[in-house]
């Protein structure tokens, strides 16, 4: 049993099949945590050695980002082998003795799920584009150029979509003239799940993961596999050169079915697994119905609306959140989900900057500022992921030459940026901001040279800061951020009333304090949390105040008046009892 389990189990309060309400997932990115044989890139030997730092800071379980067989041009978001590993990252022998050592610490594992496109180096896809009536032709979503326009010609793709990467949504295949699909790059073509034969086939490299003793799946874009099959073009918006296919693609008329069928194919009788959705632009409805357990779809996910309030004029204009933004958007969700459905809840993963630079103040705040987020996000309703370095209060990189970079997604958007006439210097300003590289640096253990991460050249430069933002550093250091993660994980453990106590938000007579408490029969908490880099005072209503009176301090990351009606200082954050 995992950790969480045997939790539940003593406190009796939750069935084997919802353990997860109380764990707390870590997003490993394997390709920056730890590299083991000096040639600059992580790899799974690298994760068994650091084992250790995830059991000290009190993890149930650990989320694998792709270590499939993969030509990298999404850096393994590109699949060409669901079966194999990647020999930068290993071999099933190694996978097999990390998955048994992950297991020995009652912790579970987790892969990420990439099904709705593969790498165009996958056998599928090598077979599909070979001729026009191949076997798996319609595996894959191909379709003739535009009536009255040549195949390659300007305009001829078959809808006018554009990809999350920048361009046309079509690539022509020169062999068969025809167009492939590709929601992302183009190396990326989209799986046809209107074919039954592609659905069976997934299903089947799912249990054999499953049956390998994996304990679920992270689902990238999984709201995606469902496309309307009249393929419509999208709207175009002033100054944009393609249009936006987003509303014919996500959330299909099929979705619901493939999930329940999925859940019936894949997970049924299989004990206490877990299943989240990456799903983009879900609604509040949408997501209800995602993880309704009486639906039987997933069990969470992944909703991007607050990590979607700070683009501007577009990801890469981003704005600064007016106070109270956050808080919000948190709300609502706590709101919507309340009754059925689950949250997870988040600030970062491997395709979000960094949290403390993006929602913090990573200057003179660091620390409160990166405590103060963690606790109001571990303290809500829902399932917290700690992507890594994020216990350690990782910042962005400083970033400033283009040559600096390694994702497909930044390099397109400066490409396409400054061959339309943008100036490189602003352009580099928004990848300062929201490049998904920040999230990419290695992880920093020490203060050596290249953080501890490895002996070799980094395959992306390492944050110069680790020599003061490190795992060694803070170990055992009262206030840390590390310390702070491990006692906000040690709280969801031991107080049901985390898991699955009610969420009220508190008025607290200031935009930039958020407020809110927790109850659960006879058990409540309330945290109170200053998100500015000024002091700020808390007024909260009378019938709040005189409840709260007296109240237990049980923690807190600052040094000021125990008081739950004191002046906060900036980027205090304290938890009350009662």
């Given at each position: 049993m995992s950790r969480s389990e045997i939790l539940l189990a003593e406190d009796g309060t939750a069935t084997q099949t919802d353990w997860w309400k109380r764990a707390?997932?870590?997003?490993?990115?394997?390709?920056?945590?730890?590299?083991?044989?000096?040639?600059?890139?992580?790899?799974?030997?690298?994760?068994?050695?650091?084992?250790?730092?995830?059991?000290?800071?009190?993890?149930?379980?650990?989320?694998?980002?792709?270590?499939?067989?993969?030509p990298h041009a999404d850096n393994g978001y590109d699949i060409s082998d669901y079966q194999d590993i990647d020999p930068l990252f290993g071999t099933l022998a190694d996978f097999d003795e990390l998955l048994a050592a992950v297991h020995a610490r009652g912790m579970k594992l987790v892969m990420d799920l990439v099904v709705n496109h593969t790498s165009d180096e996958h056998p599928w896809f090598v077979e599909s584009r070979s001729s026009l009536d191949n076997p798996k032709r319609d595996w894959y979503w191909w379709r003739a150029a535009r009536p009255g326009h040549a195949p390659g010609a300007p305009g001829a793709e078959p809808t006018n979509w554009?990809?999350?990467?920048?361009?046309?949504?079509?690539?022509?295949?020169?062999?068969?003239?025809?167009?492939?699909?590709?929601?992302?790059?183009?190396?990326?073509?989209?799986?046809?799940?209107?074919?039954?034969?592609?659905?069976?086939?997934?299903?089947?490299?799912?249990?054999?993961?499953?049956?390998?003793?994996?304990?679920?799946?992270?689902?990238?874009?999984?709201?995606?596999?469902?496309?309307?099959?009249?393929?419509?073009?999208?709207?175009?918006?002033?100054?944009?050169?393609?249009?936006?296919?987003?509303?014919?693609?996500?959330?299909?008329?099929?979705?619901?079915?493939?999930?329940?069928?999925?859940?019936?194919?894949?997970?049924?009788?299989?004990?206490?697994?877990?299943?989240?959705?990456?799903?983009?632009?879900?609604?509040?409805?949408?997501?209800?119905?995602?993880?309704?357990?009486?639906?039987?779809?997933?069990?969470?996910?992944?909703?991007?609306?607050?990590v979607s309030l700070d683009h501007g004029e577009g990801k890469f204009r981003p704005r600064r959140l007016a106070p109270g933004e956050l808080a919000a958007s948190f709300t609502e969700w706590q709101t919507a989900l309340a009754d059925a459905g689950w949250n997870?809840?988040?600030?970062?993963?491997?395709?979000?900057?960094?949290?403390?630079?993006?929602?913090?103040?990573?200057?003179?705040?660091?620390?409160?500022?990166?405590?103060?987020?963690a606790t109001v996000l571990h303290l809500q309703r829902g399932t917290p992921y700690v992507y890594q370095g994020e216990e350690l209060g990782m910042t962005n990189a400083p970033f400033r030459?283009?040559?600096?970079?390694?994702?497909?997604?930044?390099?397109?958007?400066?490409?396409?940026?400054?061959?339309?006439?943008?100036?490189?210097?602003?352009?580099?300003?928004?990848?300062?901001?929201?490049s998904r590289d920040h999230a990419r640096t290695p992880v920093q253990w020490d203060a050596t040279e290249n953080a501890g991460f490895s002996r070799g050249e980094p395959w992306i430069r390492v944050n110069p800061n680790h020599v003061v933002v490190n795992a060694a550093q803070q170990y055992d250091a009262p206030g840390s951020v590390f310390e702070h993660y491990r006692a906000l994980i040690e709280l969801r453990h031991r107080l049901p009333v985390i898991a699955e106590g009610d969420f009220t938000r508190v008025e607290a007579g200031d935009p930039a304090i958020f407020a809110f408490e927790r109850v659960l029969g006879d058990d409540?908490?309330?945290?109170?949390?200053?998100?500015?880099?000024?002091?700020?005072?808390?007024?909260?209503?009378?019938?709040?105040?005189?409840?709260?009176?007296?109240?237990?301090?049980?923690?807190?990351?600052?040094?000021?008046?125990?008081?739950?009606?004191?002046?906060?200082?900036?980027?205090?954050?304290?938890?009350?009892?009662?």
């Open positions: 707390v997932v870590y997003q490993v990115y394997p390709r920056s945590f730890q590299d083991s044989d000096g040639d600059g890139i992580g790899d799974l030997r690298g994760i068994l050695q650091r084992l250790d730092h995830l059991e000290r800071l009190g993890i149930d379980v650990i989320w694998l980002s792709p270590i499939y067989r993969s554009e990809s999350f990467f920048s361009g046309p949504t079509w690539t022509l295949d020169e062999r068969t003239g025809q167009y492939y699909l590709h929601l992302f790059a183009s190396k990326q073509p989209d799986l046809n799940w209107e074919n039954p034969e592609v659905r069976a086939a997934v299903y089947e490299m799912m249990r054999w993961w499953l049956d390998r003793g994996v304990d679920g799946f992270r689902m990238d874009v999984i709201n995606l596999i469902s496309k309307d099959p009249e393929l419509p073009d999208g709207l175009v918006g002033d100054g944009r050169a393609y249009g936006d296919g987003f509303p014919h693609y996500s959330a299909g008329p099929r979705l619901h079915e493939y999930l329940q069928e999925m859940r019936r194919e894949v997970f049924d009788g299989r004990g206490a697994l877990l299943t989240v959705g990456e799903t983009p632009g879900v609604t509040k409805a949408e997501a209800a119905l995602f993880s309704d357990p009486e639906r039987r779809e997933l069990d969470m996910v992944f909703q991007f609306e607050h997870s809840l988040y600030l970062s993963n491997h395709d979000q900057p960094r949290p403390v630079s993006r929602f913090g103040d990573a200057g003179r705040w660091w620390r409160e500022s990166a405590t103060a987020l030459q283009i040559s600096d970079y390694r994702d497909v997604e930044t390099l397109n958007h400066y490409a396409e940026a400054v061959t339309r006439g943008d100036d490189p210097a602003s352009v580099i300003d928004g990848l300062l901001a929201m409540a908490l309330l945290v109170i949390a200053n998100l500015s880099s000024d002091p700020r005072s808390v007024e909260l209503p009378p019938e709040s105040g005189e409840r709260w009176s007296g109240a237990e301090l049980l923690l807190g990351n600052g040094v000021s008046d125990r008081s739950v009606t004191a002046t906060l200082a900036p980027w205090e954050a304290k938890v009350y009892t009662r």
